[in-house]
Structures are given as structure tokens and as C-alpha cells.
């Protein structure tokens, strides 16, 4: 029995929605960190299979965006995803450090928007920590997705 298994599962059963997307964008940081450490260490695969999950997690959440009710936002979003998922296409060809850091990055700071969200339904002020291992030199090559 995989005991982390199962607290993760029991964890996913009992959260909100907008709990379910701040843990769908850990799992795309996560693993764009690992695509990351593959990039390092020159391991092409881990690199691949890292990128190309964090790809399939990007594509869920962009389908579960409910434009009938969603405005301006779920438009943003909709830009959003297709320039994360441009970006790491991008980055995965070219083997870019600073553009998967920045990838990252952006992933970070919606994430913690999604966390804000969080905190205005529930009415609390707790939420998972926000690891902030980003660099200055991923600031510098920020993309533009905004409408």
C-alpha cells in the first residue's frame, strides 16, 4: 500500500475546486521544476517527459475554463495557457534555462492568485506555502501573455 498515495487522493477528494486547480498548478510547477533539473543535468528524457506532463496538466486546466460565465478572465486565462504552453514548446526546442524559469515563475504567481481566490471563499487566511525558487535572470525574459 502507497501510503502517499492515498493521503493524496483522500486530499483531492475532500477539496474544493479551486483547491483541485491550486493543486493542478503545483503539479505543472513541480514538474517544470523536475524538466528543469533535467535540463541541468543534461538528461534529455526526464527533461521530455517532465515538459510533456506539465503540458497535459496546462491542457486540463485550460479545458475545464467555463467561458459562458467566466469574462474577461476566462479569456485571460485562455491567453494565458496558450503562452505557457508556446513557452515550454519553445523552451524544450531551445533547451532555454531562463525561459522555463520564467515559465515557472508565471505559473507561481497565478497559482497565488488562484490561493487568493481560495482564501476569499473560505474566509481563511491559511494556504499551502509558496516556494519562490525563481531567478532574476528568469525575470528578464518574461513573456506578455495579457489581453
Given at each position: 500500500?502507497?501510503?502517499?498515495?492515498?493521503?493524496?487522493?483522500?486530499?483531492?477528494?475532500?477539496?474544493?475546486?479551486?483547491?483541485?486547480?491550486?493543486?493542478?498548478?503545483?503539479?505543472?510547477?513541480?514538474?517544470?521544476?523536475?524538466?528543469?533539473k533535467g535540463l541541468e543535468q543534461n538528461d534529455v528524457e526526464l527533461r521530455s517527459n517532465k515538459m510533456n506532463h506539465a503540458i497535459?496538466?496546462?491542457?486540463?486546466?485550460?479545458?475545464?475554463?467555463?467561458?459562458?460565465?467566466?469574462?474577461?478572465?476566462?479569456?485571460?486565462?485562455?491567453?494565458?495557457?496558450?503562452?505557457?504552453?508556446?513557452?515550454?514548446?519553445?523552451?524544450?526546442?531551445?533547451?532555454?534555462?531562463?525561459?522555463?524559469?520564467?515559465?515557472?515563475?508565471?505559473?507561481?504567481?497565478?497559482?497565488?492568485?488562484?490561493?487568493?481566490?481560495?482564501?476569499?471563499?473560505?474566509?481563511?487566511?491559511?494556504?499551502?506555502?509558496?516556494?519562490?525558487?525563481?531567478?532574476?535572470?528568469?525575470?528578464?525574459?518574461?513573456?506578455?501573455?495579457?489581453?
Amino acid at each position: 500500500m502507497d501510503v502517499g498515495k492515498s493521503y493524496r487522493e483522500a486530499a483531492v477528494r475532500g477539496a474544493s475546486p479551486v483547491e483541485l486547480v491550486v493543486r493542478l498548478y503545483e503539479q505543472a510547477i513541480e514538474d517544470l521544476r523536475q524538466a528543469l533539473k533535467g535540463l541541468e543535468q543534461n538528461d534529455v528524457e526526464l527533461r521530455s517527459n517532465k515538459m510533456n506532463h506539465a503540458i497535459l496538466v496546462l491542457g486540463y486546466l485550460q479545458s475545464q475554463i467555463e467561458f459562458q460565465n467566466g469574462g474577461k478572465v476566462a479569456k485571460d486565462l485562455e491567453k494565458f495557457y496558450n503562452a505557457l504552453r508556446e513557452n515550454l514548446v519553445h523552451a524544450q526546442i531551445t533547451g532555454s534555462k531562463p525561459l522555463l524559469l520564467q515559465q515557472i515563475t508565471d505559473l507561481l504567481t497565478v497559482r497565488e492568485a488562484w490561493i487568493q481566490v481560495h482564501r476569499a471563499e473560505s474566509g481563511t487566511s491559511a494556504s499551502p506555502a509558496v516556494p519562490e525558487e525563481t531567478s532574476s535572470e528568469a525575470a528578464q525574459q518574461h513573456v506578455d501573455w495579457k489581453g
